[in-house]
T-cell receptor, first 115, second 111 residues
Framework: EPEVTQTPSHQVTQMGQEVILRCVPI?????FYWYRQILGQKVEFLVS????????KSEIFDDQFSVERPDGSNFTLKIRSTKLEDSAMYFC?????????????FGPGTRLLVL | KQEVTQIPAALSVPEGENLVLNCSFT??????LQWFRQDPGKGLTSLLL?????REQTSGRLNASLDKSSGRSTLYIAASQPGDSATYLC??????????FGTGTSLTVIP
């Protein structure tokens, strides 16, 4: 049983356009994370989110990126003005249902292609 | 900063062979280590999770070991099958909030 789903599964966009990727947790979770994987490269951490605030972010997570929980349930990653190099698989992850941070469950990913 | 290395980068074996994938990490202060499978263009399928207090975990034909003090983990696959062909990723953490991933081992099992 998946802990988290992601929508859309695939998205194609033009350079300069805004995209919003969504993460839908199945159960109540406290911590949310975004990772990305550029084709052929490592999965890299982008940001973590707890209690409606960013708790940690990497150097990749610049001003073009933002995260929020607009309805208290879904968790979104917004890229304001996409660049070609934003093309990647984006994974959402959530913490254990019990609220511990001991591990993270990863969603199926959204494949973003920027043309 | 945690660095995770996986060796070999690619492996090709005939069906039925037993094989070992290796993962090493530089900072032994980890909570746990996960092995994932990733098929081309697909997401991450969690295979095994080893807590830092554990030495190994088993699931079917898979066995993962963890030696935290030496910064090493191995994934053992018994009696490999063509359906095992995929990329296998090792991830350690969390350190702070993030998991650190290796670049993976691409496995091909030849029928």
């Amino acid at each position: 049983e998946p802990e988290v789903t992601q929508t859309p599964s695939h998205q194609v966009t033009q350079m300069g356009q805004e995209v919003i990727l969504r993460c839908v947790p199945i159960s109540n979770h406290l911590y949310f994370y975004w990772y990305r994987q550029i084709l052929g490269q490592k999965v890299e951490f982008l940001v973590s989110f707890y209690n409606n605030e960013i708790s940690e972010k990497s150097e990749i997570f610049d001003d073009q990126f933002s995260v929020e929980r607009p309805d208290g349930s879904n968790f979104t990653l917004k890229i304001r003005s996409t660049k070609l190099e934003d093309s990647a698989m984006y994974f959402c992850a959530v913490d254990r249902v019990a609220g511990g941070r001991e591990t993270q469950y990863f969603g199926p990913g959204t494949r973003l292609l920027v043309l | 900063k945690q660095e995770v290395t996986q060796i070999p980068a690619a492996l090709s074996v005939p069906e039925g062979e037993n094989l070992v994938l290796n993962c090493s990490f530089t900072d032994s202060a980890i909570y746990n280590l996960q092995w994932f499978r990733q098929d081309p263009g697909k997401g991450l399928t969690s295979l095994l999770l080893i807590q830092s207090s554990q030495r190994e975990q088993t699931s079917g034909r898979l066995n993962a070991s963890l030696d935290k003090s030496s910064g090493r983990s191995t994934l053992y696959i018994a009696a490999s099958q063509p359906g095992d062909s995929a990329t296998y990723l090792c991830a350690v953490g969390p350190t702070g909030n993030q998991f650190y991933f290796g670049t993976g081992t691409s496995l091909t099992v030849i029928p």
